[in-house]
């Protein structure tokens, strides 16, 4: 199944907390991702940081969450047991726990209270959004949709561009890739005719104890696998058994398919928008325009308060 949101693991990790122990935050979250099912590579999964791993800060924000409803409380560094308080919202046989049931308890309103709250019946009462995200999730989603629509972009100019642009763009993005050596030996490698359905030889490293054949296609027509097969017959011809073949367009299913199956050369396929991304990823063609660095606290510094 999806990892869960933060929302959805509160009441789970609530009825965990329910024989009253003290228990393990570590303990917490294989025991939950025991419960969710997740898969290893679900287990895996980090934030696009790359720091943290994704199940584990959700379950720290639902942790976060009950315990400033006081439903849970630390009781010493990376433990924590269930209160009184929730205990008994356990016993209202509850059907989730969010945000809003959160809401009745004083202490998370005041909590979650901000500068300008409305005042009802007395009580500051806080605008809360039954699908929130962590900060971490809404700004992963924020990153996305902006780094989207940035390799689209990205791809317009990409085919809008001339032929010898695109060979320069795809020289630069195997050296930013570690591949093709220096520039130079990259540029004059790629630079072929296109003599056999290849367009240029790379070295893999830097000493060019292996090499891997080309083909770049600027087209806005899928490649088929009439393309992979003429491809995977030049590699046969050569004695290759590595290419990569790049197009700004897509590949139809049965290129993929034929790619996956053919034994003579691994083939690499790359469309348009995996290009974009490897040159996202390796700084081709784009460039920072701000930094945002995510800071948590050093439990280690108070170590030995």
Not at 214 to 219: F, H
Request: proline share 3%.
């Amino acid at each position: 199944m999806p990892i869960p949101d933060f929302q959805t693991a509160m009441l789970p990790l609530l009825r965990f907390a329910a024989d009253r122990k003290e228990h393990a935050f570590r303990e917490a979250v294989e025991a939950l991702a025991d419960e969710f099912s997740l898969t290893d590579a679900e287990r895996a999964e980090l934030l696009p940081s790359g720091r943290a791993l994704l199940f584990t800060n959700r379950i720290g924000w639902a942790r976060m969450h009950l315990k400033g409803a006081g439903l849970i409380e630390p009781t010493k560094r990376g433990y924590f047991r269930i209160t009184e308080a929730g205990i008994g919202l356990l016993a209202e046989s509850p059907q989730k726990i969010d945000m809003r049931v959160l809401s009745r308890y004083e202490l998370y309103r005041d909590w979650r209270a901000v500068e300008k709250s409305t005042e009802t019946s007395g009580t500051p009462q806080v605008a809360i959004q039954a699908n929130e995200q962590t900060p971490e999730d809404a700004m992963a989603a924020a990153y996305g949709v902006m780094r989207k629509a940035l390799e689209a972009e990205v791809l317009e100019q990409i085919k809008a561009s001339s032929p010898a642009f695109f060979e320069r763009l795809v020289v630069d993005l195997v050296v930013a890739m570690g591949y093709g050596g220096s520039h130079q030996d990259a540029g004059r490698a790629i630079g072929r005719s296109g003599d056999g359905g290849i367009d240029g030889i790379i070295n893999e490293d830097k000493l060019g104890l292996d090499v891997i054949y080309l083909q770049a296609k600027r087209w806005d027509n899928t490649v088929g696998r009439p393309e992979i097969q003429k491809f995977a017959g030049a590699l046969q011809g050569e004695g290759a058994s590595k290419g990569i073949f790049i197009t700004t367009s897509t590949f139809t299913k049965e290129a993929i398919g034929f790619s996956k199956r053919n034994i003579t050369a691994k083939i690499i396929l790359i469309d348009g928008e995996k290009l974009t991304a490897l040159m996202f990823d390796h700084n081709v063609a784009v460039t920072r325009t701000g930094f945002y660095e995510i800071k948590k606290i050093d439990s280690d510094y108070f170590e030995g308060e």
